[in-house]
């Protein structure tokens, strides 16, 4: 019995060392959900920059000190902390709303405001292939074919507010696909969603004379949150995305970009090579349901080591002599 008891129990500690260190996998709906910002390297900013909810950085956290994350507490609700840095924190950065953190240096420039912990980064800190998870994602939403119906663009010369009223999409979904010089005489950038839209995918598409996206400081895409939830903009080919003014979304994804804002407020969850911030980002939140293309991500198995079945075996083997010793 004794025998039997051991046997299990050394089974199950190996087996919860195989998978301790193992980090959660997540799709890119949770991944939005869950982080106001993302980025494969660096953070840069002022003092003045402020991330409303989570930040997930690749690289070093390099921003003035003095800037604040977690600032009110937004997004959904998650196993992970909510200031995560692979690198190094240069500055003193305030971690807001009892949030806590996991920085591979500087845990001495984390001030924790509301009783938050902080620890050293792990592998298991961040979710587990996030950014080849969002990298993936961008990918999909740009070889989405624009919609061919049910999308028309108002506006004129002598009104420069560009409105796209769009309906009838039969999956739901309204796809466009746009350049800068598509939207740079534009002043202002809204939409006018049918019932039957759950989402908008605005893919912006970098040309071979135009790798910089910055329409100016009169460029706004602004809308009510219950619309900005519903849009994702996938920028596309750019080496740089500089927003001057507020611009409203549930989600923008700059895949191999610098994501910089100079003036106004980014509304909406970021994913971006590096990041330099001279003002807010705030949470939006996504509409209801996985984003569009984004498939549900089943777990990966974790394997065993080469070994194990030789080891159970082993232990089945004692059990089965143990008991026919007693017999």
């Known amino acids: ?139 999909t939403l740009g070889s989405m074919a624009a919609s061919s119906s049910g999308v028309v663009r108002q506006g004129s010369v002598h009104d420069r ?46 040309t071979q004379t135009d790798k910089t996206f910055r329409l100016g400081s009169t460029f706004k895409a602004q809308q009510g949150a219950s619309t900005a939830s519903k849009v994702v903009w996938n920028f596309i080919g750019f080496d740089d995305v500089i927003f001057d003014a507020k611009f409203s979304a549930g989600a923008i994804l700059a895949d191999g970009s610098r994501v910089t804002t100079n003036g106004g407020n980014i509304e909406g969850s970021v994913f971006a090579d590096r990041f330099h911030g001279l003002s807010e980002l705030h949470f939006t939140g996504l509409g209801e349901g996985r984003l569009p293309g984004d498939e549900v991500q089943q777990p990966a198995p974790v394997p065993l080591p080469a070994g194990m079945p030789l080891l159970l075996s082993g232990f089945g083997l004692l059990a089965w002599a143990h008991r026919r010793k007693r017999a």
Request: aromatic share 8%; proline share 1%; hydrophobic share 40%.
């Open 1 to 139: 019995m004794r025998l039997g008891f051991f046997a299990a129990a050394s089974v199950g500690c190996i087996l919860g060392a195989v998978s301790a260190g193992e980090a959660a996998t997540l799709g890119a709906t949770d991944l939005l959900r869950q982080f106001n910002l993302v980025t494969k390297g660096d953070v840069t900013g002022s003092s003045g920059f402020h991330v409303d909810g989570r930040a997930l950085v690749g690289g070093d956290y390099k921003a003035q000190a003095g800037s604040v994350v977690y600032m009110n507490g937004k997004g959904d609700a998650s196993d992970h902390d909510e200031f995560i840095v692979k690198g190094r924190v240069q500055s003193q950065v305030h971690v807001n709303r009892g949030g806590n953190a996991a920085v591979g240096q500087g845990l001495d420039k984390l001030n924790m405001n509301g009783g938050g912990s902080k620890s050293a980064f792990a592998e298991s800190s961040a979710p587990a292939g996030h950014v080849q998870t969002l990298s993936n994602y961008a990918a």
């Open 161 to 206: 507010t560009n409105t796209y009223a769009i309906s009838g999409q039969l999956d739901g979904i309204g796809v466009l696909s746009l350049t800068e010089a598509d939207i740079r005489a534009d002043r202002d950038f809204n939409f006018n969603l049918g019932s039957d839209v759950d989402w908008v995918v605005v893919n912006v598409r970098a």
